[in-house]
């Protein structure tokens, strides 16, 4: 190692002594001191009370150590004692030390007892938007916490202070389908006279406590407003389609952003739920898209609805609720459903009784059609089928025995939900191999 690198080596293990040697530490009041603020060059102390209070510094090497206080830029020299390479000094509240040798580093003291927080229970006040927000005012007494970062440049700081504000609302599980007494904390930065929160749905008492400060030394206080009685309404809803099972049916999709519908008839079963007993008005209306909320279909009281559609078109159902003097209303449930256009398609032949489970029966395909009526006639203009819903069909029997193969003539009258009217008739083919005989003769379809 050449003449350079072992200077630049030795000064460099000095540097670290001194970083590793050099500190500061400070004791006394009731508890440990509380380190607020610690930056590059500046400790921040809180103390409960000055009682025992004391600086130490420890330096690298045994030299004289001449301490200093300072507030803003002014700057007194003080008194100290020393034993080795460690002195000590008696702090006051308010100021900041440091040691001349170690120029760069600073050590703030505040007395925290000297400033602690007063305050009263919070009050609240209501205001024009009380149904979505509550504003409540604090009376807090409370001095800066005070300090200044260096004496050279004399820039005053203050250190924050914290509160945290508790009170109760209401959550909602969507599992259970229920609400649930929800704690809230809130943490109020500062010292503020005013606070906006959301407002509760359920009656509740707040509470003020704090500071941060206090909490650390164990001198929280806390303070508790009396019941406020809530009036903002929360809403929540569950709505479920009636299923249908029904092979023949074509059920088209309804698109995005719609939460049901397809073909018609479609029944839906609406349910409510709201934050009783502070929500205790409920109403359903249902209405068609293009007439708006003032034109609904119905419009029922009740926490639950069970409504059937009928007709093409797309379909709201909205859920309003409100308190007892209907100051707050909640209208945020709503379910969109979306009605298909009709269709019928009739095949032209089936062959009962030969393939199990494959057009072995004669059924419409169709979607929407609210009113159906279907009867099917021999040639020889005999009845020997009759169905009104369009999911039932013919299995190819008449009193109990399959017809025999051959052309039959069926008449089917329809209407869609859409209006179209429908008016069917034509032939549908009985499809049967001669070695199957269980068929009834031709003359007992006369």
Not at 58 to 64: E, G, L
Not at 247 to 252: F, G, I
Request: hydrophobic letters at 30%; proline letters at 4%; charged letters at 20%.
């Amino acid at each position: 190692m050449n003449k350079k690198k072992r200077i630049f080596h030795l000064c460099w293990m000095l540097m670290l002594a001194h970083f590793l040697s050099a500190q500061y530490s400070v004791v006394g009041g009731e508890g440990s001191p509380y380190l607020a603020e610690q930056g590059n060059n500046l400790q921040v102390y809180l103390l409960n009370g000055m009682n025992g209070a004391e600086i130490r510094y420890t330096s690298y090497a045994n030299v004289k150590h001449n301490w200093f206080k300072y507030q803003g830029t002014e700057i007194t020299p003080i008194q100290c004692e020393q034993d080795g390479n460690t002195s000590w000094i008696v702090p006051q509240d308010g100021y900041g030390y440091y040691v001349e040798s170690d120029r760069q580093k600073y050590v703030w003291i505040i007395d925290y007892s000297a400033h602690r927080a007063n305050f009263d229970a919070p009050q609240w006040v209501d205001s024009e938007n009380k149904c979505d927000f509550l504003t409540l005012k604090f009376n807090i007494d409370a001095t800066p916490l005070v300090y200044y970062t260096s004496p050279s440049t004399g820039f005053r700081k203050e250190l924050e202070r914290t509160f945290v504000l508790s009170y109760d609302s209401l959550g909602w599980n969507e599992e259970d389908k229920a609400f649930y007494v929800k704690p809230v904390e809130e943490i109020i930065a500062g010292v503020q006279v005013e606070y906006s929160i959301t407002a509760p749905f359920t009656n509740t008492t707040y509470t003020l406590s704090g500071d941060n400060f206090a909490a650390y030394f164990g001198l929280q206080q806390s303070k508790t407003s009396e019941e406020y009685q809530a009036t903002a309404v929360t809403a929540h809803g569950y709505a479920e389609q009636e299923e249908r099972d029904n092979d023949n049916e074509e059920n088209s999709s309804v698109g995005d952003n719609v939460n049901f519908g397809g073909s018609a008839p479609v029944t839906v079963m609406f349910n409510g739920y709201a934050n009783e007993p502070v929500a205790s008005l409920y109403i359903w209306k249902i209405y068609k898209n293009e007439d708006g909320p003032d034109y609904p279909l119905v419009r029922i009281l009740s926490e639950d609805v069970t409504y059937t559609f009928q007709h093409f078109g797309d379909y709201t159902a909205r859920l309003e609720v409100s308190n007892t003097d209907g100051t707050c209303v909640d209208s945020s449930v709503t379910y969109t459903i979306k009605i298909v256009e009709s269709s019928l398609k009739i095949p032209n032949a089936f062959s009962p009784g030969t393939t199990p489970g494959k057009n072995d029966e004669f059924k419409v395909v169709y979607k929407s059609i609210i009113r159906f009526k279907g009867v099917i006639f021999n040639r020889w203009g005999g009845k020997v089928f009759e169905w009104t819903s369009p999911d039932q069909g013919w299995d190819g029997k008449f009193n109990g025995k399959y017809v025999p193969p051959g052309a039959y003539y069926y008449i089917i009258e329809a209407e869609g939900a859409d209006g179209i009217k429908y008016n069917k008739q034509g032939d549908i083919n009985v499809l049967r191999p001669k070695e199957i005989n269980d068929t009834l003769p031709d003359d007992g379809l006369n």
